[in-house]
């Protein structure tokens, strides 16, 4: 996984383009309200992130982690969320916390 500083998450999230962050790992990240559309975040280390209100629109999270993420009001299907690796303790788009293993 690659770990960056706050300083190239904040440009990365700030591109005019999608990104591909494969890997990456964003885990506690504040990406509050960010527009991460069309982005690939396959296998990404996501957990504990606030993803508050992100638009996901198009975001690749096969495999993702995103245990313990919050999601409230984010942009996101449920097809995505269920290509996910792990929702473990997430706060899900409609406010509840996702319990039990992804089907």
């Known amino acids: 996984m690659s770990t960056l500083t706050s300083y190239q998450i904040y440009d ?26 069309g982005c690939n975040l396959t296998n990404g280390n996501l957990q504990g992130a606030n993803l508050r209100r992100c638009d996901l629109t198009d975001v690749k999270l096969q495999g ?18 269920d290509e996910a690796g792990s929702l473990d303790g997430a706060i899900l788009p409609d406010g509840t916390k996702f319990v039990g293993m992804l089907e």
């Open 12 to 37: 990365l999230v700030n591109r005019p383009h999608a990104v591909w962050l494969v890997r990456i790992d964003l885990s506690n990240a504040s990406l509050f309200w960010v527009d991460l559309s």
């Open 64 to 81: 993702a982690d995103l245990s313990g993420a919050d999601l409230t009001a984010a942009l996101v299907t449920q097809a995505q969320l």
